[in-house]
């Protein structure tokens, strides 16, 4: 039976990643360095240089890590990866041979179905479709679609070229040889795979948003300071990062986004009710790293 699972998988070698943004750029990377073609898409011609800009970066640290002392060997790699990657901002150019797209745009429910409807009409009957989202509905988003059955969630983890983990979700339409083709192609770019349901955050955020609330709320009520939070968190749990640290790098703004959109759905589940320092911090403008402050104040 697995035997025949593995013979009718489809094989990914032209890849169709939208949005060039930091998670698009990273993903569209990976598997031009997995040996696959890829074009990345962005409507934003200045997006689009933005992105050929970090793929550049990224894959000169790659390079330098994967053939250290020998430059030859970097350049070819860096040649031959970069050759493998077109830049688009015309989406209707991107389909024809296309055996996977991969969206990773704007986290808004309404713009992820205007594309994957378009998508839909375009992309040719073998292609697959999975989105990027951290936070919305794989179902949800896949309800425009005419081809659920070969839908399904590739979550990701910024910045995509480093870690490891991918967060394979499928929805009850989905195929069993579209999931493990899409398991497949996840291990063929390096990362480990792992298999969740359908539920708000998956399996990381899941965990991580409503640990990350719970920790503001701890500062909100004055029972210790954000310093002495991450800190405990650090020495007693041997985390890496405290959280109010990781809610300031990865965004104020990100994390009440997601944890707002929970509670509007689950408003009965008291994990998802919105720090009220969360959103005054939001409302002063203050984000974390990217503007310069948040829980902690950085240099620019």
């Not at 955050?201 to 991580?208: C, D, H, S, W, Y």
């Given at each position: 039976?697995?035997?025949?699972?593995?013979?009718?998988?489809?094989?990914?070698?032209?890849?169709?990643?939208?949005?060039?943004?930091?998670?698009?750029?990273?993903?569209?990377?990976?598997?031009?360095?997995?040996?696959?073609?890829?074009?990345?898409?962005?409507?934003?011609?200045?997006?689009?240089?933005?992105?050929?800009?970090?793929?550049?970066?990224?894959?000169?640290?790659?390079?330098?890590?994967?053939?250290?002392?020998?430059?030859?060997?970097?350049?070819?790699?860096?040649?031959?990866?970069?050759?493998?990657?077109?830049?688009?901002?015309?989406?209707?150019?991107?389909?024809?041979?296309?055996?996977?797209?991969?969206?990773?745009?704007?986290?808004?429910?309404?713009?992820?179905?205007?594309?994957?409807?378009?998508?839909?009409?375009?992309?040719?009957?073998?292609?697959?479709?999975?989105?990027?989202?951290?936070?919305?509905?794989?179902?949800?988003?896949?309800s425009?679609?005419?081809?659920?059955d070969?839908?399904?969630?590739?979550?990701?983890?910024?910045?995509?070229?480093?870690?490891?983990?991918?967060?394979?979700?499928?929805?009850?339409?989905?195929?069993?040889?579209?999931?493990?083709?899409?398991?497949?192609?996840?291990?063929?770019?390096?990362?480990?795979?792992?298999?969740?349901k359908?539920?708000?955050?998956?399996?990381?955020?899941?965990?991580?948003?409503?640990y990350?609330?719970?920790?503001?709320?701890?500062?909100?009520?004055?029972?210790?300071?954000?310093?002495?939070?991450?800190?405990?968190?650090?020495?007693?749990?041997?985390?890496?990062?405290?959280?109010?640290?990781?809610?300031?790098?990865?965004?104020?703004?990100?994390?009440?986004?997601?944890?707002?959109g929970?509670?509007?759905?689950?408003?009965?589940?008291?994990?998802?009710t919105?720090?009220?320092?969360?959103?005054?911090?939001v409302?002063?403008?203050?984000?974390?790293?990217?503007?310069?402050?948040?829980?902690?104040?950085?240099?620019?």
């Amino acid at each position: 039976m697995a035997s025949a699972v593995t013979s009718s998988l489809n094989v990914i070698k032209n890849v169709t990643v939208i949005g060039g943004g930091l998670m698009g750029s990273g993903i569209a990377q990976i598997a031009a360095q997995a040996g696959q073609s890829v074009t990345l898409v962005d409507l934003n011609a200045d997006v689009l240089k933005k992105s050929e800009a970090s793929i550049q970066s990224s894959l000169a640290r790659v390079a330098k890590k994967l053939h250290k002392d020998n430059p030859s060997a970097i350049e070819t790699f860096i040649k031959d990866t970069s050759s493998r990657i077109k830049y688009l901002p015309d989406i209707s150019k991107s389909l024809d041979d296309a055996d996977l797209v991969v969206e990773a745009i704007v986290e808004n429910i309404d713009a992820k179905h205007k594309l994957f409807a378009s998508l839909d009409e375009a992309a040719p009957q073998k292609t697959l479709f999975a989105s990027n989202t951290s936070s919305l509905s794989i179902k949800e988003i896949a309800s425009v679609t005419k081809r659920k059955d070969k839908f399904g969630g590739l979550h990701f983890f910024n910045p995509v070229a480093v870690m490891k983990l991918l967060e394979v979700i499928r929805i009850p339409e989905t195929s069993d040889t579209t999931y493990q083709t899409l398991m497949a192609w996840g291990k063929s770019v390096g990362k480990t795979c792992i298999t969740c349901k359908d539920t708000p955050g998956f399996v990381v955020n899941r965990l991580l948003v409503p640990y990350l609330a719970e920790a503001i709320k701890l500062v909100e009520r004055g029972d210790a300071s954000p310093q002495d939070v991450d800190t405990a968190m650090k020495l007693g749990a041997g985390y890496p990062m405290g959280p109010l640290e990781l809610a300031d790098y990865t965004g104020l703004d990100t994390t009440l986004f997601i944890i707002e959109g929970w509670h509007k759905q689950f408003p009965d589940n008291s994990l998802f009710t919105p720090p009220e320092k969360l959103k005054h911090l939001v409302k002063q403008g203050k984000l974390g790293r990217k503007t310069g402050e948040g829980f902690y104040k950085y240099n620019k």
